[in-house]
């Protein structure tokens, strides 16, 4: 990477005739099979575990924090970007994207609810507690800016720093009153469920087939914790992959966590407008409106994709959850995310308690596992085992416009151990703010609740779309 001034980056310029772009789209590996005895409960109860820890950071999320003292128009002839699009052991799913001159490509994990790209970065990149995974720390793919002859390092005044660090960032050292500053941009700060990472921001060269987007903001991790690979941040923040593109639409197919760890994708279809439709709709997908979140001076809550959950159905009956918890107040607290960085949907403990109160008593035929329940992380368990058929009434999303999620069986509970015993795919915790009060979206919808659904984010209309689909034919 060069030391010298970084030189006037354009800001967000994109000129293009492309429309789309598709990713193969992957779940991504924290090799279960390193666990002793491939472990069944453990594996669950790891997943469970994230889950909450995830939570937690998008309910209480830290604030991106420069760090003083750690670090001192594209042209193409594609209509539809893709890119493949895998699931993987851990619960999450990666993409693999190409940045630099010549390219490096490396695998990120796909996430709607944080938006920095980032990747490991430089040949000295440090990630302390990334053997977890059975993964070799010093064989983490990462991207090397002395390598590229297109990496510049942000400046302090370039308005690409404001993108993450906002209109009143920081430059020590500075003249306000001229341009001719050779400070960089803050290095960052990214907290994170389980982990977190820490570099400086660049300006990069992102490529895909038939597409290149130059002048790309991308951060540039040099020491990380817990994260043995970059994020894709797809949320709704000025640095994002969807607001940098100027994306009308991205949609994706989430298949099967039984394709875990294997060669099966998917494509992460990425449409940037050229002949795109405004207004139309994809046939045969249900709509709901996104929503803001009223409290406007928490830029987290701002980056995540509301949606407006109106009732939650277990079989035909109706789930009566307080309006509090269905839509955000003032304080920004309630409501309901959409995540594909979360494995299980998560929900506030009142919540949870009334859908997992109404599942026992219409499957109060089967015994409970409570032995299971704790080893696991989740709840309820139910042993089936001498029953001629199983019996479980349905999980029902139903959003605003009319919009129903009828989720398939295996999207909401899954087999544990045998096939004696099978448990609810939804988490919750005991914790509340420092307030002591309620802290963040009150529901959050994971990926597991996704699988084998077309999911689109219509940016361009505001809209969320989604329909039942076998992404694997």
Same mark, same amino acid.
């Given at each position: 990477m060069s030391s010298s001034p970084p030189p006037?980056? &354009? !800001?967000?310029? &994109?000129? =293009? /005739?492309? =429309?789309?772009?598709?990713?193969? %789209?992957?779940?991504?590996?924290?090799?279960? @099979? *390193? %666990?002793? #005895? #491939? @472990?069944?409960y453990l594996s669950l109860r790891r997943l469970a575990d994230s889950s909450i820890a995830r939570a937690q950071q998008l309910k209480q999320?830290?604030?991106?924090?420069?760090?003083?003292?750690?670090?001192?128009g594209p042209s193409a002839s594609a209509a539809v970007v893709k890119s493949p699009l895998s699931a993987k052991s851990y619960g999450g799913y990666s993409v693999s994207l190409s940045f630099g001159t010549p390219s490096q490509t490396i695998p990120f994990v796909f996430d709607t609810g944080s938006s920095l790209v980032w990747f490991p970065?430089?040949?000295? $990149?440090?990630?302390?507690?990334?053997? !977890?995974?059975? %993964? @070799?720390?010093?064989?983490?793919?990462? !991207? /090397?800016?002395? #390598? =590229?002859?297109?990496?510049?390092v942000i400046g302090c005044q370039n308005p690409k720093c404001q993108l993450l660090f906002g209109p009143n960032v920081k430059c020590s050292g500075c003249d306000p009153s001229t341009r001719n500053c050779t400070v960089g941009c803050p290095p960052y700060i990214l907290q994170y469920g389980l982990g977190s990472t820490a570099g400086i921001l660049l300006s990069e060269k992102l490529d895909f087939p038939d597409l290149t987007v130059p002048d790309f903001v991308v951060g540039c991790s040099i020491l990380s914790t817990r994260q043995p690979a970059g994020i894709a941040g797809f949320g709704r923040g000025p640095e994002s992959l969807p607001v940098q593109m100027k994306l009308k639409r991205f949609s994706h197919c989430l298949v099967s966590r039984r394709f875990d760890d294997t060669d099966v994708s998917t494509d992460l279809d990425l449409d940037t407008g050229s002949g795109y439709n405004s207004g139309s709709k994809t046939p045969g997908l249900s709509y709901t409106p996104f929503r803001n979140n009223p409290n406007v001076s928490n830029a987290a809550f701002l980056e995540y994709y509301y949606l407006n959950l109106r009732r939650i159905y277990v079989g035909s009956k109706r789930v009566k959850i307080p309006y509090k918890f269905l839509a955000p107040g003032p304080d920004g607290n309630g409501g309901t995310i959409v995540d594909s960085g979360s494995t299980f949907t998560f929900m506030d403990r009142p919540v949870f308690e009334? /859908?997992?109160?109404?599942?026992?008593? *219409?499957?109060?035929? $089967? =015994?409970?596992?409570? @032995?299971?329940?704790?080893?696991?992380?989740?709840?309820?368990? !139910? #042993?089936?085992?001498?029953?001629?058929?199983l019996t479980v009434p349905e999980l029902i999303f139903e959003f605003k416009g009319g919009a129903k999620m009828e989720l398939p069986l295996s999207n909401y509970f899954t087999l544990v151990g045998s096939v004696d015993n099978v448990c609810l795919t939804v988490v919750s915790d005991n914790t509340v703010s420092s307030s002591g009060g309620r802290s963040g979206p009150a529901i959050i919808l994971g990926s597991f609740q996704q699988q084998n659904y077309h999911v689109e984010y219509d940016l361009e209309n505001d809209r969320f779309g989604f329909a039942k689909k076998k992404c694997i034919q």
């Open positions: 006037l980056l &354009f !800001f967000l310029i &994109f000129l =293009s /005739v492309a =429309s789309a772009i598709k990713l193969p %789209l992957s779940p991504l590996s924290h090799h279960t @099979d *390193q %666990l002793p #005895n #491939n @472990d069944p999320p830290s604030s991106i924090k420069p760090d003083e003292n750690a670090l001192t970065c430089t040949s000295r $990149y440090l990630c302390t507690g990334c053997g !977890f995974s059975g %993964l @070799d720390p010093t064989r983490i793919p990462r !991207f /090397v800016p002395r #390598n =590229s002859t297109s990496s510049r009334l /859908v997992a109160e109404e599942f026992a008593a *219409q499957m109060s035929s $089967y =015994s409970r596992e409570k @032995d299971l329940e704790k080893i696991t992380g989740l709840g309820p368990c !139910f #042993n089936i085992s001498g029953k001629g058929s």
